[in-house]
């Protein structure tokens, strides 16, 4: 089943904002949190990752935050551009894929 | 140089029959995935194979029989196709086992159109 729960599903701003989305996981054992973009008829990359042993990683307009007492992660994009449109997926140490967020960034 | 490569990227067949997708990375990495993305794009893992050894098989129909000649390749066998069987399936492989704490790399996918 499920072990790592996303939101929200769609997500849509305007260029210039910032996008936040989160996932929740259950194995508190779990030390390794990736995140994914997939565009449109391409396969998943890796964007970012974070091990359990820090908060917060950042790499130019893209973070992501760690919460282990809550066992939960987001991924922060900060000015988005229209090139950011795309579904991004966290994935869990069990090699299991949240739901799925499908970003959409209006010029 | 493609790392992770899958064979054929479309296949369009009709029900009842059996098809094969081919993997094959050279990154050396000791394990290989497969993944189904239905047209949702939920990404669901079907199989995982750390250095020619089934360690991750979910719930799927028996139908599915992956195998590794190697390391370095997990093919997918599916027999007597269904319709609900249409998806992108995509190959993946890593370092490391269970518990990977390793980044996946995916292979560009194949689109199973089932008719």
């Known amino acids: 089943g499920e072990n790592v729960e996303q939101h929200p599903s769609t997500l849509s701003v305007q260029e210039g904002d910032s996008a936040v989305i989160k996932c929740t996981y259950s194995?508190?054992?779990?030390?390794?949190f990736p995140w994914y973009k997939q565009e449109l008829g391409k396969r998943p990359q890796l964007i970012i990752d974070i091990r359990s042993n820090v908060g917060e990683k950042k790499d130019q307009r893209i973070a992501v935050t760690l919460n282990k007492t809550a066992k939960h992660f987001s991924l922060h994009i900060t000015e988005t551009q229209p090139e950011d449109s795309a579904v991004y997926f966290c994935r869990d140490n069990d090699m299991r894929f949240g739901a799925g967020t499908r970003l959409t960034v209006k010029p | 140089d493609t790392a992770v490569s899958q064979t054929p990227k479309y296949l369009v067949t009709q029900m009842g029959n059996d098809k094969s997708i081919k993997c094959e990375q050279n990154?050396?990495?000791?394990?290989m995935y497969w993944y189904k993305q239905d047209s949702k794009k939920f990404l669901k893992i079907m199989f995982s194979y750390n250095n020619k050894e089934l360690i991750i098989n979910e719930t799927v129909p028996n139908r599915f029989s992956p195998k590794s000649p190697d390391k370095a390749h997990l093919n997918l066998h599916i027999n007597s196709l269904e319709l609900g069987d249409s998806a992108v399936y995509f190959c993946a492989s890593s370092q490391g086992g269970t518990g990977d704490t390793y980044e996946q790399y995916f292979g560009p996918g194949t689109r199973l159109t089932v008719t």
């Open positions: 990154l050396g990495h000791d394990t």
């Open positions: 194995d508190s054992a779990s030390n390794y």
